[in-house]
């Protein structure tokens, strides 16, 4: 057990390759795909929170069911989108880390959406006269919105930035785990431990929990920073 | 945008009369005052004519039109600021208005110059005093130069000099052309401010007079007892 984390730590201290080209591919994936998701799905939810529209109801029960799809089912929908009989076979996509972000996105835009849906209807509910008042468009009260919710959406966007890095089984079906190319932290572990390679799979388990606790002590400083700065 | 005609206007939450039928004509000019016990229906009243509540019953038209018309603005008792500078807040509803960024920032500026903010524009509006962020909500206002100007109690939570300062700027929105209806507990206030007065009690218009007469002889018991700081509302309690 002690050898294992030595030779762990050891990994992580010398900057193995293998391990630097996991890390650094995960990185990307977990970018690309907060990213998109942030541009969707904040929009989204904030929409959800302001306007009025048939159905609404239903729409934010959906998006709260969707918080907790299976990774594995969104996997299998992806896969089969992008595979050669699948719409988008064409495009080449399967085994990819372009697969893997899209299936990533497919699950963490829920997430975002509906955290931010939440977080934006109780800041309408206090605001929302005050916007008539001044004849805010939708548009308008989105943006203010979603501008002035900005420090607390930050925690959203870092549960959909968590969900991403830590998430196995969309990436494993639709990227393959393929090494240097689609092999990411979670499914390097999965595999790795498997295979018995104990040190691989905690060097990067190490890696992977100081990167969440890092962005979240920064969310939280920002937040800290912020409630000074603006009340 | 004037007249604005009032006709037997009903609120009936859950079948609580809020305004149990209220005519009123409001024309141009002036500065008005409605005073009146707590749950008389001032907060409503106010927000009907600002075309953010709906009636369940009666009939507003501003100036013919059953529509309210863009130049209306109102503060609230308390005010929404944005976690964002001052300026930002003094200038959040010239957005509507599309006008350019230059021009945007020069009227804000001004407004916020004839509040007395401007050396205060790139603080923090959420750490303001009471009275300042009271000020910068009517600059905000102020800044769409408005037609109508609607203050719900402008200066309930401030201290006399904060009062002061506010009844300063209202006066001075008022030179500016705007019309200008506000609520407020202080009868001082709408002795002060007021051209004319609307006494409100159980959700009814019982008095409408210029300031002057309506404080030296009120022609109601109810305004009456209501100026000599007697408890006539009690009476709409017990009914």
């Known amino acids: ?231 | 945008m004037f007249p604005i005609q009032l006709s037997n206007i009903r609120f009936t939450p859950d079948g609580r009369p809020v305004l149990a039928g209220v005519d009123l004509d409001i024309d141009a000019d002036g500065i008005t005052v409605i005073i009146g016990p707590n749950g008389a229906g001032k907060t409503v009243l106010l927000r009907i004519m600002a075309g953010l509540q709906a009636p369940h019953d009666g009939n507003i038209h501003w100036n013919g039109n059953g529509c309210p018309e863009p130049g209306i603005a109102m503060v609230f008792q308390h005010p929404i600021l944005l976690r964002s500078s001052v300026f930002h807040n003094a200038g959040l509803g010239l957005k509507p208005f599309g006008l350019s960024r230059a021009e945007a920032k020069r009227r804000t500026m001004q407004t916020l110059e004839r509040v007395g903010l401007a050396h205060r524009a790139t603080d923090s509006a959420r750490l303001l005093s009471g009275g300042e962020r009271q000020r910068l909500a009517l600059a905000r206002a102020w800044a769409m130069r408005p037609q109508l100007l609607l203050l719900d109690e402008p200066t309930a939570a401030l201290d006399p000099s904060a009062t002061d300062v506010v009844e300063g700027i209202v006066r001075e929105i008022r030179t500016d052309g705007t019309r200008i209806i506000m609520t407020t507990h202080n009868l001082g206030q709408a002795m002060r401010i007021s051209d004319d007065i609307v006494f409100l009690s159980s959700g009814r218009v019982i008095e409408r007079a210029p300031t002057s007469r309506f404080f030296a002889r009120p022609q109601s018991n109810e305004a009456k007892l209501f100026i000599q700081g007697e408890l006539p509302w009690r009476i709409s309690f017990d009914n």
């Open chain 1, 1 to 231: 057990m002690l050898n294992t984390l030595l030779e762990a730590i050891s990994l992580v201290s010398r900057l193995d390759n293998q391990v630097v080209a996991i890390v650094w591919l995960s990185f990307k994936v977990a970018l690309a795909t907060v990213t998109l998701a942030t541009l969707i799905g904040l929009p989204l939810g904030a929409f959800v929170a302001v306007a009025s529209f048939p159905g609404r109801g239903a729409v934010t029960v959906f998006l709260n069911a969707m918080m907790g799809l299976p990774s594995v089912v969104v996997g299998v929908i992806v896969y089969l989108f992008l595979s050669r009989s699948g719409p988008f076979g064409g495009m080449g996509l399967l085994y990819s880390p372009v697969a893997m972000v899209m299936a990533q996105t497919v699950l963490v835009v829920p997430l975002i959406a509906a955290l931010t849906r939440q977080i934006v209807e109780d800041a309408w509910r206090a605001y929302s006269l005050e916007f008539r008042s001044m004849h805010f468009s939708l548009g308008n009260s989105i943006v203010a919105l979603l501008y002035d919710c900005r420090y607390s959406l930050v925690v959203a966007v870092l549960a959909g930035a968590g969900r991403s890095l830590s998430e196995v089984g969309a990436v494993m079906i639709v990227g393959g785990n393929i090494e240097g190319y689609t092999r990411v932290m979670t499914t390097a572990i999965a595999l790795e431990t498997a295979k018995g390679d104990l040190p691989l799979s905690l060097a990067l388990g190490m890696v992977l929990l100081t990167v969440v606790l890092l962005i979240n002590t920064g969310a939280y400083h920002v937040r800290q920073w912020a409630m000074r700065k603006y009340g």
